[in-house]
């Protein structure tokens, strides 16, 4: 299947059940979101747009799954929101990130919704390479954590998040991450969020962090790494 030119207003969501390949020629798609319901399900050459959170951007919720070359942007405000979510009822294996732009900003207030740009969740044999991944995010403060984990902190509220997960490469990545507001106590971001996981290969990846937002003489907590 191949689409062509700009589509708004389409549907809510595209449900891919059976194995296909979807591909972009100049296609932009307005607020619409993926669930991938099928194995051997490849999408490529796509340009996603929404303002306003549609929760899951593109569902990951089988295996042998590829998102190549796509280029997304995603805005939300004060909602749960992933752009990319590898996670369903079972493990799902064979999962390919490669050669992507996104750009997701979230103005959330609590670190009680998930929101992320990439959610790999009980999932294995992953790899995410040669992604250009720019996020805005607020410095929040810390109120959940994950008992099972050390009392791992902020558990919901990250770049990218790796949880309970296998096998996975994150490779060859730009991660550039943004504060968009100052608000709370002991304002936190965490780029990388791995808890739970083994056999994590983070190689050859540049990842930055700003923050503009907090007044000179105040202190702010950044993590590169989480884990």
Do not use: W
Not at 14 to 24: E, N, P, S, T, Y
Request: aromatic share 8%; proline share 2%.
């Amino acid at each position: 299947m191949t689409f062509k030119g700009e589509f708004s207003n389409l549907s809510k969501q595209i449900i891919l059940d059976r194995a296909i390949a979807v591909k972009g020629d100049g296609a932009v798609l307005k607020d619409i979101d993926f669930i991938i319901d099928s194995k051997d399900v490849e999408l490529n050459g796509l340009t996603l747009v929404a303002n306003g959170s549609l929760g899951n951007l593109i569902s990951v919720l089988e295996s042998n799954v590829n998102l190549y070359n796509l280029d997304i942007t995603y805005i939300v405000d004060d909602d749960m929101a992933n752009a990319i979510s590898v996670s369903g009822t079972n493990v799902i294996t064979d999962v390919n990130i490669v050669n992507n732009t996104i750009y997701f900003e979230s103005h959330v207030t609590t670190d009680e919704d998930l929101t992320t740009a990439i959610n790999l969740e009980s999932a294995e044999d992953i790899v995410i390479d040669n992604n250009d991944i720019n996020v805005e995010i607020p410095a929040l403060y810390v109120e959940t954590y994950d008992y099972s984990y050390f009392m791992m902190g902020l558990c919901y509220v990250n770049p990218i998040r790796i949880y309970e997960s296998a096998a996975v490469n994150f490779t060859n990545n730009k991660l550039n991450v943004k504060s968009n507001s100052f608000d709370a106590s002991y304002p936190t971001i965490q780029a990388l969020y791995i808890v739970g996981s083994e056999i994590i290969l983070v190689k050859g990846n540049n990842v930055t962090m700003k923050d503009e937002e907090t007044p000179e003489g105040t202190a702010t907590y950044l993590y590169a790494v989480e884990c």
